[in-house]
RNA sequence: GGGCGAUUAACUCAGUUGGGAGAGUGCAACCCUUACAAGGUUGAAGUCGCAGGUUCAAGCCCUGCAUCGCCCA
């Protein structure tokens, strides 16, 4: 005994600061921008740079790591790139927020001074989220990080901005848009919320012009009535083929506006006639253009009443309802108004009722673009994970809606048009114009807006690299290997990630695309400020440590199944970093020096066992982290750590580790004892970095960090591992240990009692074995005396289990309880008999006897066979038991 | 309205080509055995949401239904 002393618990917040910064200082997580070796790459979901770590960036960047750091022990060149984004609108909000606690607004200080607020507020709370990734393990490599409003960044974006608009793929459109009025800005598709909400249903009417009459027409959103420019029936409705009106006269104006006929009308929507507000409704803007309607705006941009509601001008939107519909009542224009619910849009980022505006605005043509995305994953350049999100791509794609990227706020990549003062012209340039090429003039102004942060996000996988120039980090790391994020920003990034890469780099951005679940809350909730039960990830690590978090994490992260995170299963997955701790800690009781060389000679059963099963759990884990089942990883390494190496080899080895077998044996048990911890702690690393960093750290004859390890299934004898003869004989071993502690347990023998008991078969292999390995027998079961025998008399006071085929006796002199021995044995019959029942049903039923395949018929034989036997031998004990109670 | 997912032990969840239902936690009993009581040994616990169908054989494949959740319109 000698080695290295370990703490007696393991303590995290001592270990991970020392870890992480030793990693830093070694520049361990620097990827070549040029080497011979496999390039492997990874860009983060860039998170927002003002914004705090919650629980759904603590699963995608673990997972990431894990995915990176395995990679790296795999030999790989590995990048991964981190950054963060602008968020244009929510980091606005937070700043004008301040200013308005202040007193002030945006607008007194000017567009300069707030952006230059702006850039302080990034300052200040940047790092924040970049360091709490640090605290995760995080193995970026910072040195590259990268922000979208960065000055390579921006360059990229007017590039992009610049070619689409040359193509043709950019354009500046007059069209219905979605308007947030609270943030003040244009929102694409995406960023609205739809929420089904309670209102109310008004039937108006709305009379003839021809005084025949009068239409009802049901809406939700009565003040919009005064932007009507058509009232729409369905011209296959028979209530309205009779029709003399061409037009009826709007309530509350002087207007009068035209009756069209449109299939889009819903013939069974009330009472199937569709008053028609083109500047503020999608779906009427689009019959208006099909009709050639004039769209007619009467809600301003701040939600208040505009010139076409007459006297209703300057009213919110929601009193301008109330009183329109006060007014039709007294003049008996509305006929009745229901409980409706219907889904309302909200604005992503502050929940405002959105209101549909006609408004000029620029937009990406996206349909083209989009058709290359869908080939991409069609041919398979691009792998979704799992399979069947890419349905959901597929249908997103093909229904895909130009995008609108103009944003009328002030924090974001400025839209790069000028426009001449003179006559009008346009320039779109890589540089800024002073003069319009056009007319010479050189009063110019700039576009106003700034373009929405998702649109530099898209260029993410390239523009880090340095795009538009021809980097070498771009040559070696583009495309990127493995692209890790949650689905609900599928559409937002992937997507249009997939569309610029294509477009620009002429290659996917990404080969595989790992789409990860939403980390709620215990009860499934999805975790919220508002319902205050939101996980602080830090909270976490401080109070259990990282790695457990990081298991938790990895354990919870099946495909396809929600992680409903829980503070329960983090102390759980303590114990077991806690466990492995103490495996160390023994370990290094033992380990004074390296041993480089297994002796395969002097090695136990136990030995070759561990072996064998280390090979396994390295295949376990190499399989499920390359099929990004990281729940397996967990799940195969959890169990290796736990019930194999420490509740098996470790017991079982105490005896050759303490020299009861002799130096030659001591030694190489030692040598395997070295060899597995370290192998362990490798197959471990990329799930919990820094214990078995620290635990690294301490093993002797070990320099330098886990990092540089070679991953088990990698080194030269990796294959020589595996013994399968060994596996079986530890089998039967740890069958007949087992068999007697069931025994001890069961009749309620107390554990330091030592026994005496007998193994009794006619098989010989069995005999061999159980007496060959009859020290690890006997240690492990706290027997005084076991024997090995082909027949004879079963000892007249032992209980019984049946191992194999063979009988185990355990020698109950003077401590038998036959009756608890007799209902021990009737519960193992009663069970075997249901097995044997049903397995016979097979055997008899002919069909199965005919079509199944032979292997299985084969198999189902001799299960019955095993089964039988082992009843039988039961049944025989039980007869005994049953005598000598009675005698 | 269209689409996707979930439903397996008290709880949280695995179950990858269909071939005798698993884990962790919790629970119960016993144990301070010289790495670990954040531990050890043993044990109890499931009509695999419901109803049909395909098949020799279904937790797994097909259809329908129910409940819950999500996305899109």
């Given at each position: 005994m000698s080695g290295v002393e370990l703490d007696k618990g393991y303590d995290p917040s001592d270990v991970e600061k020392r870890c992480y910064d030793q990693w830093l200082n070694e520049n361990q997580f620097h990827a070549d921008d040029k080497s011979s070796k496999k390039p492997y790459s990874i860009v983060i979901?860039?998170?927002?740079?003002t914004g705090v770590l919650h629980m759904g960036h603590a699963l995608n960047n673990t997972l990431q790591d894990i995915l990176c750091r395995y990679r790296r022990l795999r030999g790989d060149n590995v990048l991964w790139m981190p950054g963060t984004d602008h968020a244009g609108i929510a980091t606005q909000n937070v700043v004008e927020k301040k200013l308005a606690s202040e007193g002030r607004s945006r607008h007194e200080i000017g567009r300069e001074a707030f952006v230059e607020r702006v850039w302080e507020w990034k300052e200040e709370s940047g790092n924040a989220i970049i360091n709490q990734l640090k605290r995760l393990g995080a193995s970026c490599d910072w040195e590259r990080e990268r922000f979208t409003m960065d000055e390579g960044l921006s360059r990229a974006v007017r590039k992009v901005f610049v070619e689409l608009y040359k193509q043709g793929l950019i354009v500046r459109d007059n069209y219905i848009i979605n308007w947030c009025p609270r943030c003040n800005t244009a929102l694409a598709d995406l960023e609205v919320e739809f929420e089904e909400k309670q209102g109310r249903l008004y039937h108006i009417k709305y009379p003839l012009a021809d005084g025949s009459g009068y239409f009802i027409v049901a809406t939700?959103?009565?003040?919009t009535m005064f932007g009507d420019t058509a009232v729409a029936v369905n011209p296959e409705d028979p209530r309205y083929q009779?029709?003399?009106?061409?037009h009826v006269k709007l309530p509350l104006t002087d207007r009068d506006i035209p009756i069209i006929r449109d299939?889009?009308?819903?013939?069974?929507?009330?009472?199937?006639a569709l008053k028609v507000t083109p500047a503020h409704d999608p779906n009427d803007f689009h019959i208006g253009q099909r009709h050639h309607l004039e769209s007619l705006k009467v809600?301003?941009?701040?939600g208040v009443m505009l010139?076409?509601?007459?006297?209703?001008?300057?009213?919110s939107r929601e009193e301008c309802r109330k009183q329109a519909v006060k007014a039709l009542e007294e003049q008996g224009l509305l006929e009745k108004s229901d409980e409706h619910a219907h889904s309302v849009g909200h604005c992503y980022r502050c929940k405002t009722a959105i209101e549909p505006n006609l408004s000029r605005q620029w937009f990406v043509k996206t349909k083209s673009l989009a058709e290359r995305a869908i080939k991409a994953v069609e041919e398979g350049r691009t792998r979704i994970?799992?399979?069947?999100?890419t349905k959901t791509y597929y249908e997103w794609m093909n229904n895909i809606r130009d995008w609108?990227?103009?944003?009328?706020?002030?924090?974001?990549?400025?839209?790069p048009v000028w426009t001449c003062d003179a006559c009008g012209q346009d320039i779109v340039e890589m540089e800024d114009p002073s003069?319009?090429?056009?007319?010479?003039?050189?009063e110019l102004t700039q576009d106003s807006d700034v373009l929405d942060t998702w649109f530099s996000s898209a260029l993410w996988p390239f523009s880090t690299m340095g795009w538009p120039d021809e980097t070498d980090l771009l040559k070696t790391f583009?495309?990127?290997?493995t692209l890790v994020t949650g689905f609900d920003i599928l559409f937002f990034w992937v997507a249009r990630m997939m569309m610029m890469g294509l477009h620009f780099?002429?290659?996917?951005?990404?080969k595989d695309v790992y789409i990860h679940a939403l980390v709620r809350d215990e009860e499934g909730q999805k975790m919220s400020k508002s319902k205050g039960n939101v996980i602080d990830p830090l909270t976490v690590i401080d109070s259990y440590g990282t790695d457990a978090f990081r298991f938790t994490l990895a354990a919870f992260a099946a495909q396809g199944r929600d992680v409903k995170m829980s503070l329960a299963r983090v102390e759980g997955y303590r114990h077991f970093i806690n466990k492995l701790w103490n495996a160390a800690r023994f370990s290094m009781m033992h380990?004074?020096?390296?041993?480089?060389?297994?002796d395969r000679e002097h090695m136990g059963l136990a030995d070759r066992w561990i072996l064998s099963r280390l090979k396994k759990v390295t295949d376990e884990v190499a399989a499920s982290i390359d099929g990004y089942h990281f729940n397996d990883t967990a799940t195969s390494l959890y169990r290796f750590v736990w019930?194999?190496?420490?509740?098996w080899y470790l017991e079982a080895s105490k005896p050759a580790l303490y020299g009861k077998n002799g130096d030659a044996c001591m030694n190489a048990s030692k040598a395997v004892l070295f060899r597995v911890l370290k192998d362990t702690l490798v197959l471990l690393h990329p799930v919990i970095p820094f214990v078995t960093e620290e635990i690294w750290g301490k093993l002797p004859g070990v320099r330098g960090s886990v990092m540089n390890a070679v991953f088990?299934?990698?080194?030269?004898?990796f294959g020589a591992l595996e013994d399968l003869d060994s596996e079986k004989d530890m089998e039967f071993v740890m069958g007949v240990i087992s068999g007697v502690r069931n025994i001890r347990g069961e009749m309620n023998i107390n554990p330091s009692q030592n026994l005496a008991a007998v193994i009794q078969s006619d098989v010989d292999s069995e005999r061999q074995t159980a007496w060959k390995f009859k020290d690890m027998i006997m240690v492990l079961s706290r027997l005084d005396s076991f024997d090995v025998r082909e027949?004879?008399?079963?000892?007249?006071?032992s209980a019984t289990a049946i191992v194999g085929e063979s009988s185990l006796y355990v020698n109950l002199?003077?401590?038998?309880d036959f009756d608890k021995e007799v209902e021990r044995l009737e519960k193992s019959i009663a069970k075997l008999s249901k097995d044997v029942e049903t397995i016979s049903k097979k055997l008899s039923n002919e069909a199965f006897m005919s079509k199944a395949p032979d292997d299985v018929v084969e198999k189902v034989r001799s299960q019955h066979q095993e089964s039988k036997d082992k009843m039988d031998k039961y049944q025989e004990n039980l007869a005994k038991i049953k005598e000598a109670r009675t005698s």
């Amino acid at each position: 005994m000698s080695g290295v002393e370990l703490d007696k618990g393991y303590d995290p917040s001592d270990v991970e600061k020392r870890c992480y910064d030793q990693w830093l200082n070694e520049n361990q997580f620097h990827a070549d921008d040029k080497s011979s070796k496999k390039p492997y790459s990874i860009v983060i979901p860039p998170p927002n740079v003002t914004g705090v770590l919650h629980m759904g960036h603590a699963l995608n960047n673990t997972l990431q790591d894990i995915l990176c750091r395995y990679r790296r022990l795999r030999g790989d060149n590995v990048l991964w790139m981190p950054g963060t984004d602008h968020a244009g609108i929510a980091t606005q909000n937070v700043v004008e927020k301040k200013l308005a606690s202040e007193g002030r607004s945006r607008h007194e200080i000017g567009r300069e001074a707030f952006v230059e607020r702006v850039w302080e507020w990034k300052e200040e709370s940047g790092n924040a989220i970049i360091n709490q990734l640090k605290r995760l393990g995080a193995s970026c490599d910072w040195e590259r990080e990268r922000f979208t409003m960065d000055e390579g960044l921006s360059r990229a974006v007017r590039k992009v901005f610049v070619e689409l608009y040359k193509q043709g793929l950019i354009v500046r459109d007059n069209y219905i848009i979605n308007w947030c009025p609270r943030c003040n800005t244009a929102l694409a598709d995406l960023e609205v919320e739809f929420e089904e909400k309670q209102g109310r249903l008004y039937h108006i009417k709305y009379p003839l012009a021809d005084g025949s009459g009068y239409f009802i027409v049901a809406t939700t959103r009565p003040e919009t009535m005064f932007g009507d420019t058509a009232v729409a029936v369905n011209p296959e409705d028979p209530r309205y083929q009779n029709i003399t009106a061409t037009h009826v006269k709007l309530p509350l104006t002087d207007r009068d506006i035209p009756i069209i006929r449109d299939s889009y009308v819903d013939m069974a929507f009330g009472t199937g006639a569709l008053k028609v507000t083109p500047a503020h409704d999608p779906n009427d803007f689009h019959i208006g253009q099909r009709h050639h309607l004039e769209s007619l705006k009467v809600i301003g941009d701040d939600g208040v009443m505009l010139e076409g509601a007459g006297t209703f001008q300057g009213l919110s939107r929601e009193e301008c309802r109330k009183q329109a519909v006060k007014a039709l009542e007294e003049q008996g224009l509305l006929e009745k108004s229901d409980e409706h619910a219907h889904s309302v849009g909200h604005c992503y980022r502050c929940k405002t009722a959105i209101e549909p505006n006609l408004s000029r605005q620029w937009f990406v043509k996206t349909k083209s673009l989009a058709e290359r995305a869908i080939k991409a994953v069609e041919e398979g350049r691009t792998r979704i994970i799992p399979e069947h999100w890419t349905k959901t791509y597929y249908e997103w794609m093909n229904n895909i809606r130009d995008w609108c990227i103009s944003r009328q706020i002030w924090w974001g990549h400025r839209i790069p048009v000028w426009t001449c003062d003179a006559c009008g012209q346009d320039i779109v340039e890589m540089e800024d114009p002073s003069v319009c090429p056009s007319c010479g003039k050189n009063e110019l102004t700039q576009d106003s807006d700034v373009l929405d942060t998702w649109f530099s996000s898209a260029l993410w996988p390239f523009s880090t690299m340095g795009w538009p120039d021809e980097t070498d980090l771009l040559k070696t790391f583009y495309p990127t290997s493995t692209l890790v994020t949650g689905f609900d920003i599928l559409f937002f990034w992937v997507a249009r990630m997939m569309m610029m890469g294509l477009h620009f780099m002429d290659e996917v951005p990404f080969k595989d695309v790992y789409i990860h679940a939403l980390v709620r809350d215990e009860e499934g909730q999805k975790m919220s400020k508002s319902k205050g039960n939101v996980i602080d990830p830090l909270t976490v690590i401080d109070s259990y440590g990282t790695d457990a978090f990081r298991f938790t994490l990895a354990a919870f992260a099946a495909q396809g199944r929600d992680v409903k995170m829980s503070l329960a299963r983090v102390e759980g997955y303590r114990h077991f970093i806690n466990k492995l701790w103490n495996a160390a800690r023994f370990s290094m009781m033992h380990l004074d020096k390296e041993y480089p060389e297994l002796d395969r000679e002097h090695m136990g059963l136990a030995d070759r066992w561990i072996l064998s099963r280390l090979k396994k759990v390295t295949d376990e884990v190499a399989a499920s982290i390359d099929g990004y089942h990281f729940n397996d990883t967990a799940t195969s390494l959890y169990r290796f750590v736990w019930n194999e190496f420490c509740d098996w080899y470790l017991e079982a080895s105490k005896p050759a580790l303490y020299g009861k077998n002799g130096d030659a044996c001591m030694n190489a048990s030692k040598a395997v004892l070295f060899r597995v911890l370290k192998d362990t702690l490798v197959l471990l690393h990329p799930v919990i970095p820094f214990v078995t960093e620290e635990i690294w750290g301490k093993l002797p004859g070990v320099r330098g960090s886990v990092m540089n390890a070679v991953f088990p299934a990698d080194l030269d004898d990796f294959g020589a591992l595996e013994d399968l003869d060994s596996e079986k004989d530890m089998e039967f071993v740890m069958g007949v240990i087992s068999g007697v502690r069931n025994i001890r347990g069961e009749m309620n023998i107390n554990p330091s009692q030592n026994l005496a008991a007998v193994i009794q078969s006619d098989v010989d292999s069995e005999r061999q074995t159980a007496w060959k390995f009859k020290d690890m027998i006997m240690v492990l079961s706290r027997l005084d005396s076991f024997d090995v025998r082909e027949d004879g008399e079963k000892p007249r006071s032992s209980a019984t289990a049946i191992v194999g085929e063979s009988s185990l006796y355990v020698n109950l002199e003077g401590v038998i309880d036959f009756d608890k021995e007799v209902e021990r044995l009737e519960k193992s019959i009663a069970k075997l008999s249901k097995d044997v029942e049903t397995i016979s049903k097979k055997l008899s039923n002919e069909a199965f006897m005919s079509k199944a395949p032979d292997d299985v018929v084969e198999k189902v034989r001799s299960q019955h066979q095993e089964s039988k036997d082992k009843m039988d031998k039961y049944q025989e004990n039980l007869a005994k038991i049953k005598e000598a109670r009675t005698s």
